[in-house]
C-alpha cells in the first residue's frame, strides 16, 4: 500500500472528532473563564467525538502528574457561592433542612433566569439544554421493570427535592431582576434540568471547602461545580488525583499518560453501566464494574426448577439471609455468581440437607466442597438461562419501541437502554463459561 493511502486511512481513524473551539458559546465561555483568573494548563481543545459526544481532545502529549486543570475558587460553584446570593437566599426559608444536590439545582435555575446578569451566565449558555439520562425524559413506562423500578426512585428523589424547595420559599416573593414571583421562576422543569446537570457534572469536594453556610443541610456540604472541568468525558482506564489547592482551586493531576491528537478522559469512579446510564445517560463497552442484578425472587424461581420444595421448609432460612444482609446486591458478573447469590443459592438448596449451623459455617468459612459446588452451578446456570431469555425479549420489545421517538437525545437514551441490555447479554456468555 503507499504511503499517502495509508496516511489517509490512519487520519480517518483518528480526525472523525469536530473542532468546537469556534463554537460562540464555548468562545465567550472560555473568555469568560480567562477574565476570572483561570488559565489553560495544556494545548486543549473541546470537540465533538463521534462515541463520546463532546469532550476535550490533547494536541500534545500530556504525562502522568501534569496538572489537567486548575479552577479558581472564584468559578466553583459551591454551597459558599449559594450562601453569599442575597438574591437567592432571600426567596428560602433559612430554618428548613436542605440537600446540597437540592441547593445547587435551585441556585442554577435561578442563575440561569438572570440570564446576561448572572455572573454564571457564560458557564449557564455552555451547559448542555436536555440529557440523554432517562430520568430527564420520564422513561420509565417503556423499559422492562428492572431499570423501570430504578429510573422512578430517582425521579421520585428529584420531585420531592423539587416540592420540597418549592414548599420552602416564599412564592409570592417577586424577584428585583424582573418582578416575577418566585413561584414560577422555579418551575419543575427548570429545575429537573438543573437538577440532571448537577447530578451528572458535580464533583465531590470535601465539606470544609464549603465555607459558611446560611443553610441547615440533610447532608454533608460535599457537591461543587467546576465550569471546565465539567466538559471532561468518563474512561475507566483514566486515573486521576483531585485536590483543593492552597489558594481553593480544584485541581486535577491525571495519573495516566494522553497520547497527542486524543480524547482527555477523567475518571468519574467505578460505576456499573446500570449506574452510569441513570446518572450520566451512557455506558461502556466490557465495563469491568459491571454487574447484572438479580432478584431474590428470580434466584428462588430458578432453585424451584431442580428443587421444588425449597421454600416450604425455609422461613428460618429466608429470615437468616435477610437478617445477615445477604439479599444486598446478588448479581451475576464477568467471574460468574457474586458473593451474595452464591451464598442465597447455597442456602436454598441446602436448607433440606443441612442445619443452620453448618450452613453458617460453610457460609463463612468460604468452605464448599466440590458437591455444593456443583450443585450452586446446576441453579447458575439455569439463572443465566432465563436469564438470557428475559433480557433476549427485552431487546426485541426495545427495538421496536425506537421508531415513535424523535428528539436526538430522546433516541440516543433509548438506543443506550438497548445496549446496555445487550452488554448484559454478553457478560451472560462470559458468566457462563467460567462454569465450563
Ligand atoms: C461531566 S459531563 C462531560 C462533558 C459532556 N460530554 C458535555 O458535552 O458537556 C458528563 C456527561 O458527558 C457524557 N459522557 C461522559 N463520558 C462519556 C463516555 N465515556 N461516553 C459517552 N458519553 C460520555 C455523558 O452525557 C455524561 O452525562
Not at 11 to 26: E, F, M, P
Not at 133 to 155: G, H, R, T
Not at 315 to 321: A, P, R, S
Not at 351 to 369: A, G, P, Q
Request: hydrophobic residues 35%; charged residues 20%.
Amino acid at each position: 500500500m503507499g504511503r499517502t493511502r495509508r496516511t489517509r486511512i490512519k487520519n480517518k481513524n483518528v480526525a472523525r472528532d469536530l473542532n468546537l473551539s469556534s463554537d460562540r458559546d464555548l468562545v465567550y465561555f472560555m473568555q469568560w473563564m480567562t477574565r476570572n483568573g483561570w488559565s489553560q494548563l495544556h494545548k486543549f481543545q473541546v470537540s465533538e467525538f463521534k462515541n463520546t459526544g463532546r469532550g476535550v481532545l490533547t494536541k500534545e502529549s500530556v504525562h502522568v502528574g501534569d496538572s489537567l486543570v486548575k479552577i479558581p475558587k472564584k468559578l466553583l460553584i459551591t454551597l459558599n457561592s449559594v450562601s453569599q446570593s442575597e438574591h437567592f437566599t432571600k426567596f428560602t426559608d433559612l430554618s428548613n433542612r436542605f440537600s446540597t444536590q437540592q441547593l445547587l439545582a435551585a441556585f442554577l435555575v435561578f442563575q440561569r433566569h438572570l440570564a446576561e446578569k448572572s455572573f454564571w451566565y457564560h458557564y449557564i449558555n455552555s451547559l448542555p439544554k436536555t440529557f440523554p439520562i432517562p430520568a430527564f425524559y420520564n422513561f420509565s413506562n417503556d423499559v422492562p421493570d428492572f431499570l423501570s423500578e430504578e429510573i422512578s426512585k430517582m425521579l421520585k428523589k428529584m420531585r420531592e427535592q423539587y416540592e420540597h424547595f418549592l414548599q420552602s420559599i416564599n412564592k409570592r416573593l417577586k424577584c428585583d431582576h424582573c418582578n416575577n414571583s418566585a413561584g414560577s421562576i422555579f418551575d419543575f422543569e427548570s429545575f429537573k434540568w438543573a437538577w440532571c446537570t448537577v447530578n451528572s457534572r458535580a464533583v465531590y469536594i470535601s465539606p470544609d471547602c464549603g465555607g459558611n453556610l446560611k443553610f441547615q443541610l440533610t447532608d454533608s456540604n460535599c457537591l461543587a461545580l467546576a465550569p471546565y472541568l465539567d466538559l471532561f468525558n468518563h474512561s475507566n482506564s483514566a486515573k486521576v488525583k483531585a485536590a483543593v489547592t492552597s489558594d481553593g482551586s480544584y485541581e486535577i493531576t491525571t495519573l495516566t499518560d494522553c497520547k497527542k491528537f486524543s480524547q482527555v478522559f477523567i475518571n468519574y469512579g467505578q460505576h456499573s453501566n446500570l449506574n452510569l446510564y441513570l446518572q450520566y445517560g451512557f455506558i461502556l463497552e466490557s465495563n469491568i464494574n459491571d454487574v447484572i442484578p438479580l432478584s431474590f425472587p428470580s434466584i428462588v424461581q430458578c432453585t424451584k426448577k431442580i428443587y421444588p420444595n425449597v421454600l416450604n421448609s425455609m422461613n428460618t432460612y429466608v429470615n437468616y439471609i435477610s437478617s445477615h444482609s445477604l439479599l444486598k446486591n446478588p448479581s451475576l458478573n464477568l467471574d460468574g455468581l457474586s458473593w451474595s447469590a452464591n451464598v442465597i443459592i447455597f442456602i436454598l438448596i441446602s436448607s433440606n440437607r443441612m442445619n443452620l449451623k453448618s450452613i453458617e459455617f460453610k457460609v463463612y468459612s468460604d468452605d464448599f466442597d466440590d458437591e455444593d459446588l456443583q450443585l450452586i452451578k446446576e441453579i447458575a446456570l439455569i439463572l443465566i438461562e432465563d436469564k438470557r431469555t428475559e433480557l433476549g425479549g427485552f431487546v426485541n420489545q426495545l427495538e421496536n419501541q425506537g421508531g415513535a421517538l424523535s428528539s436526538g437525545d430522546q433516541l440516543l437514551c433509548h438506543q443506550t437502554s438497548i445496549n446496555l441490555i445487550k452488554e448484559y447479554l454478553s457478560i451472560l456468555d462470559k458468566c457462563e463459561s467460567t462454569f465450563h
